[in-house]
């Protein structure tokens, strides 16, 4: 079963990798032709698409899964399809229109009352985006993968190359005139972001299309109230996990000083992305691991599989940690001079994204019994935590009382998590042998610290024992059959 899960994962992370790897190229790029406060526009408005998308699909990409999984028939696993595909569809044309309709005064509260059409393209990538949901959702169900990472990977070349050719190729053909001289407007700033991502939206949605051939969005009344039962606590679980994400980035823009804020939410939008290796791990074990997880597992199967699925899930996340921490100088080069004075936060960024990889983990026991509600304690326990310790931190510290503001908010949900696991759903998470690979990872990084004087090749290559000794320990105290789960992947249908 594990070898499956690491299979689904890799295939999945194949997608990932390369897409987000691809998106990330605009990281360096932009931080190098932006000001922090210019790229921290970039981090305010896409900081509010995550929190949007929660919302307008209503936890339906969760509750496809588990009733396409229970469905007796094709036609009924098409009928699941249609409802949750024009349920959410609806919601984000009701979405785009009511932005379209009260587009000034919503310019006006955000404070881009002077680019009123940064919020409607963003409303518009917005509504796309949640109208592709469940398409990609099919997908990923019915293991069409090779079909996934095509789509995947082409919305992200046009959205790299349109974005890329806006900032550095428009302005020297608007200086020869001809038929551009018209699109070349300095004053647009980070609008040409926009612009790129909303033509990468709506390819992705005219290359999804073929695959929803013979099926027309249709809603079943009596099937969509069931899934929106099922869905609903996920809806709200999820609307304070987004918050929990991402409304660091609106308590540095309003609760640090006017003249400040948007500088620092740049930077602090820079150095989160630096974390992108575990990002992609998390992003792509989510993909794999959540249908995986809610297929028709017998309880027995899943305490056992889901246990193991966390150890290991740990033990890959805290080597990606110190591959990123004891190589932060290196990882720094992705952001732009202005932007590195941030780093220091790296190691607290991280260490939170691992927490939230473990809440995950920790979250597919209630959606398997079909008692979704506890997401709601548990994201709304780290919402609360994340309002208090932002609102008591930031004043003090800028953004790195964002960064452990973050760190707090996981931690707690974990220990929530943890513990409505124990009186509910008991699953015999080894916690000595996954503590064992936390405080590990957290001498070897130490030792790291103390490399920090020792000329660069010296240090490098310590710090890449370092890296090594944890893996080598990983494997053989586990036994892992590194060639038989090399073989799982390459195989994997």
Request: hydrophobic fraction near 55%; include cysteine.
């Amino acid at each position: 079963m594990l070898r499956k899960l690491a299979g689904q994962t890799a295939i999945y992370g194949i997608s990932s990798i390369v897409a987000r790897l691809l998106n990330y190229l605009l990281t360096p790029y932009l931080t190098r032709i932006m000001s922090p406060a210019e790229y921290g526009v970039i981090t305010d408005m896409y900081a509010l698409i995550p929190f949007a998308l929660v919302v307008l699909t209503f936890g339906m990409e969760t509750g496809y899964f588990r009733f396409a999984g229970r469905a007796a028939s094709p036609e009924e696993k098409k009928r699941v399809f249609s409802t949750t595909w024009a349920a959410v569809s609806y919601a984000a044309l009701a979405f785009l229109a009511l932005i379209l309709l009260f587009l000034k005064p919503i310019a006006s509260t955000t404070g881009y009352a002077n680019h009123p059409s940064y919020i409607w393209m963003v409303g518009s990538i917005i509504a796309l985006d949640v109208i592709t949901a469940i398409p990609f959702a099919r997908l990923r169900e019915e293991g069409r993968a090779g079909q996934f990472v095509l789509i995947r990977v082409a919305s992200v070349v046009v959205n790299v190359a349109l974005c890329i050719f806006c900032y550095a190729a428009l302005p020297h053909l608007t200086a020869s005139g001809g038929p551009f001289a018209s699109l070349w407007n300095p004053n647009f700033g980070a609008g040409y972001v926009f612009v790129a991502n909303l033509a990468a939206s709506f390819v992705t949605l005219l290359l999804l299309l073929p695959s929803c051939r013979g099926v027309l969005p249709r809603i079943d009344r009596k099937l969509l109230w069931t899934i929106l039962v099922y869905s609903f606590p996920l809806l709200l679980s999820g609307i304070a996990g987004t918050a929990n994400e991402f409304i660091d980035r609106q308590m540095i823009k309003y609760l640090m000083p006017a003249d400040e804020a948007m500088g620092a939410l740049g930077i602090y939008g820079a150095v989160v992305k630096i974390g992108v290796v575990l990002m992609l791990f998390t992003q792509m074990y989510r993909l794999a691991a959540e249908p995986f997880f809610l297929m028709g597992f017998d309880k027995k199967d899943f305490v056992r599989t889901n246990a193991e699925a966390l150890k290991y899930f740990v033990i890959v996340s805290v080597a990606i940690f110190l591959l990123i921490a004891l190589f932060a100088d290196l990882f720094a080069l992705i952001v732009g001079a202005d932007f590195r004075e941030g780093i220091f936060i790296l190691p607290i960024v991280l260490l939170a994204n691992i927490l939230s990889g473990v809440v995950l983990n920790l979250s597919f026991w209630y959606k398997q019994a079909d008692v979704t509600r506890y997401a709601i304690y548990v994201t709304g326990f780290g919402l609360i935590l994340t309002i208090l310790f932002n609102i008591l931190l930031i004043p003090w510290q800028g953004y790195a009382g964002a960064a452990w503001a973050r760190l707090l908010c996981n931690a707690g949900m974990v220990g929530m998590s943890y513990y409505l696991n124990r009186k509910y759903y008991p699953t015999p998470y080894d916690l000595p042998r996954i503590g064992s690979y936390f405080l590990l990872g957290a001498i070897l990084y130490g030792l790291g610290l103390c490399t920090a004087q020792l000329p660069v090749l010296p240090r490098y290559l310590l710090d890449t024992c370092f890296i090594a000794l944890f893996m080598l320990y990983a494997v053989r105290r586990e036994r892992i059959d590194v060639r038989g789960l090399l073989r799982s992947i390459l195989h994997h249908k």
